[in-house]
DNA sequence: TGTCAACACGAAAACGTTTGCGTTGCGGAT
DNA sequence: ATCCGCAACGCAAACGTTTTCGTGTTGACA
């Protein structure tokens, strides 16, 4: 077992100081050409490499990107961590994940740890249960240390950092207005409790796209589920939930769900009550995913792009964090520093598949 | 912006030394009573924490895992980062993610990287390539500087390291053998090129099945597809060739496919053939994801418990690590240390769904 | 021969901790 | 008056780097 060889030690193997051998790995011109050769070729030769926390500490930044979302296995945050890591590797960061299984205590206590200094900055999208208590103080604290932290998807006002959305609201528009164009006259509403901004703006969506063509909403045509339905052990609940829902309005000939399980929930059920897809009943799901593209019949969603938007998230910290460096030079009115926080917004996209028409 | 206080700020600011801070934190009984209190209060009220780094480089040990496996949208492998995470997160650690997109270089780019310094050992799942090239230096080297690697699901014996696998051979025995017991005459096998070990496996153990049923083998019930048909851009190539495979066996009453992908694709161009399920032909996938519950028919399929397998391979490398710190005090010969790597068998089971009878 | 650059390198600080050991002051025992 | 012991704290090393500021040795030049 060789360990890991490092400046000390090769300084005293070829008898010269740290300092030496340091200056003569960075091909600095004040040492003579022979010793530096000589040092190169025995650094190469036990294969030296920089030990990454003597550099952080020394340096203050750690090239970590620390990652803090509600659940992992999740077609859509698996995907922005993958836009995340892709860009985050390109300019030479790390990430580190934490979960916070959507509880608020969990994604304190995580941010709490990753913020001493093991990380330069967040990417983050919160947890129900803070959204639902609309605690943020652990936010607010993490970015006055000087911690930049970029938001996505669930994200609130509250806080002033960068942003990255998709636009709900428009998205939702779009797939209702589409369900209306192709002739359906009564379109049901699958959501979830109004706390989670994402299920809020898309409700407010379809409600809009129906004023804009002066439908009249009816109560009974929204369907409001209480989040834990989504949980796997939960799907035969969901499943009746949603089919009682088709008995007390015959009349649905569209659908539109703020999430791809509900909608294919719905295209289960209906199907169970001989409806035909799409002639009977058109439906059109919220994030696309896995179970859209394979559902039969294949199911019209509205992407949200969820790596696009890992990756704007990571370029927006990266640019931060490196722009940060630079004040560190000149210096700067701690008043007058950027607070021109920016929220980027994905667009989304309209994916037509088999459920619609 | 009040950045993170340290010890030297508070010793400066009560006008003791940094170790009397340091001690009276840790409560140590050679600080006197009313010094303690006070730099106790003044720790809380400026919200003190030590730094990780600092800690790192003191302690020689990052209290980090590092994670490193091919892709990250991908059900399976999200499970088993949960996993993990749930375990490192009870024990202490965190986690730290590189993807190696099924590539090589990338792979040992990620190793080397996070290899210096950044974590205290890796949990693994190894690349496509990698398996191809059978090139394990870089898993052999980072073993030798004293870093523990675990292994999880794509494994391979050249290297002597902790392993969590799954049971591929037996899972697919017994998937077979219960399309046999279900009437299945003329079961055919869909699976991917033999470099993938675990491929190879699942294909081996329906052979044996067979075998143990004096059934025959015929290599035209065999469709080895390419790997890249997986990928999200190619479904319909996939269809089309799995279509034709059906056209060329019109006898095929059952069908073992080594992944859900390869299973519901099956399932449709069976339908599509005007094929019924489970009733002219039964279908059993491996690895348990979400599009063998939602599938119609849902997918009876071969399960391999990811988070469970996560949480092994975390406790297992943990284990390790701290075996590895008490063994620093002690001597132990090298030549006698724990050579005895185990490999935790995770056994799969078959959750029988509408695609069986 | 004395002066001064240029060259080649070393010492030490700094990043933030922990910890072994040394030091100070004081009270009590002899 | 002397010595010992103990309480309460400080010094400094160590972890592995980078970098600023020396410092000694050359050689050239006047």
């Known amino acids: 077992m060789k360990r890991k060889v490092t400046l000390k030690q090769i300084a005293k193997e070829l008898d010269v100081s740290i300092s030496t051998v340091s200056r003569a790995l960075s091909n600095s011109k004040e040492i003579g050409e022979e010793t530096r050769q000589k040092i190169q070729a025995f650094a190469k030769f036990y294969n030296y490499r920089p ?5 952080s500490l020394k340096n203050k930044k750690t ?44 994604e304190v206590i995580n941010m709490e740890m990753l913020a001493n200094g093991s990380i330069d900055g967040f990417i983050l999208s919160i947890s129900k249960e803070t959204l639902l208590q609309q605690d943020y103080h652990h936010f607010k604290e993490t970015i006055s240390q000087g911690i930049p932290i970029v938001m996505f998807d669930r994200v609130i006002n509250e806080v002033d950092c960068d942003k990255v959305i998709v636009d709900d609201y428009k998205g939702s528009i779009n797939a209702v207005k589409k369900l209306i164009a192709t002739g359906c006259k009564n379109i049901a509403l699958i959501t979830t409790m109004d706390y989670v901004s994402v299920g809020k703006l898309r409700t407010q969506g379809y409600l809009k796209a129906l004023e804009d063509h002066r439908i009249n909403p009816k109560a009974s045509l929204i369907l409001k589920l209480d989040d834990s339905l989504a949980l796997e052990e939960h799907l035969d609940i969901l499943e009746r939930e949603i089919e009682q829902f088709f008995k007390n309005n015959d009349k649905i000939d569209g659908i539109f769900a703020v999430n791809e399980l509900y909608a294919v929930t719905a295209m289960k059920v209906a199907r169970k009550l001989d409806f035909r897809i799409p002639e009977d009943i058109q439906v059109i799901g919220f994030t696309d995913g896995v179970l859209s593209k394979h559902a039969r019949p294949s199911l019209t969603t509205v992407s949200q792009h969820g790596q696009k938007m890992g990756e704007q998230a990571a370029n927006l910290l990266i640019d931060r964090l490196e722009l940060d460096d630079e004040e560190d030079d000149v210096y700067v009115d701690e008043n007058e520093i950027d607070m021109d926080f920016k929220t980027v917004v994905i667009e989304t996209e309209l994916i037509e598949r088999e459920s619609t028409k």
Do not use: C, D, M, Q
């Open 51 to 55: 030990n990454n926390i003597a550099l």
């Open 63 to 106: 090239k970590t990107i620390g990652i803090l979302i509600p659940e992992i296995v999740h077609h859509f945050f698996s995907t922005v961590i993958r836009g995340i890591e892709i860009v985050a590797n390109k300019r030479g960061y790390n990430v580190i994940i934490g979960l916070s299984n959507e509880s608020f205590s969990k």
